[in-house]
């Protein structure tokens, strides 16, 4: 049986995001990385406060720039032989870059498919797919959300922790009309290069799956456009993977512990391996 599901949408809605090219000078391209380590520094103190080991060995699925990898080294929380696995080639090439004009030592960044990379066993305390990354898997391969669930609990060591964060997308489902399909719009912050962000989000019951198509509207009046396919997540269906593997010990609207409730717009899943 072949389970890939046929499409490449989401390998490639997020390729150009931090092309090198896109940085006019070395002060712009600095004032970016802070800006991501400004956003990483919520997930770094729920980390400090959900895991109890002082210096971490982590694998992150998805890690793009490795932002958050660097953020923990920065917080000197990391040692060396933590892995950061991104698929896609110009964010490989932007941590890299990151990586050797800050001397980070900690991170070993991979570019590659995660369900093609060697992870070692029982090495590691803290396996993290965040940002939604978790929820892209299965339109990619619909065994890849399974295997991915593996490798963490194989990877970590015992009662190494996992986070994963997901899109609520309930919120935007009850929202829909009869059609399956609504939109929204909203207008950036000033340090956004984008003035104006539109989405049309169109959900597939038979599926379980949402289509989500932005539309990004520059300071300069230029278009950018994205296209993804995300699967809808719950606390059940979550479970339902882990499959007797991880025990959920806190469920979080965001990375400032608080409460998950159904008009969340996030869900962080913090787990242990039995």
């Not at 931090?18 to 990385?33: Q, T, V, W």
């Not at 991170?107 to 990354?133: G, H, M, Q, R, W």
């Not at 719009?185 to 597939?204: D, H, M, R, T, V």
Request: charged fraction near 25%.
């Amino acid at each position: 049986m072949n389970n890939y599901i046929g499409n490449d949408l989401n390998y490639k809605a997020y390729e150009n995001i931090e092309d090198l090219s896109n940085y006019k000078s070395d002060l712009e391209l600095e004032l970016y990385r802070n800006e991501r380590l400004k956003l990483y520094s919520t997930h770094v103190n729920f980390i400090k406060n959900n895991i109890t080991v002082d210096s971490l060995r982590v694998v992150e699925v998805g890690s793009g720039s490795s932002a958050l990898l660097y953020a923990l080294e920065k917080s000197n929380m990391l040692t060396e032989s933590s892995l950061g696995i991104e698929f896609s080639n110009s964010r490989y090439k932007f941590a890299e870059r990151w990586r050797e004009d800050c001397s980070f030592k900690n991170v070993n960044n991979v570019n590659n498919d995660f369900s093609k990379v060697d992870i070692a066993t029982a090495y590691y305390d803290l396996f993290l797919i965040v940002d939604n990354t978790f929820s892209y898997l299965d339109s990619e391969n619909s065994l890849y959300p399974q295997i991915c669930v593996n490798k963490a609990y194989e990877s970590l060591k015992e009662n190494g922790k996992l986070i994963i964060e997901v899109h609520n997308f309930s919120k935007i489902i009850d929202a829909m009309s009869k059609d399956n399909i609504s939109y929204f719009w909203k207008e950036n912050a000033k340090s956004n290069p984008f003035s104006y962000s539109l989405y049309k989000y169109n959900y597939i019951p038979d599926t379980n799956r949402l289509i989500t198509e932005s539309v990004y509207i520059s300071r300069e009046n230029k278009i950018q456009v994205k296209k993804e396919i995300a699967y809808v997540y719950t606390i059940d269906s979550l479970n339902q993977l882990f499959n007797g593997k991880f025990m959920i010990d806190g469920v979080f609207q965001d990375y400032h512990c608080n409460e998950f409730t159904s008009d969340s717009s996030d869900m962080v899943v913090c787990c242990y391996k039995i």
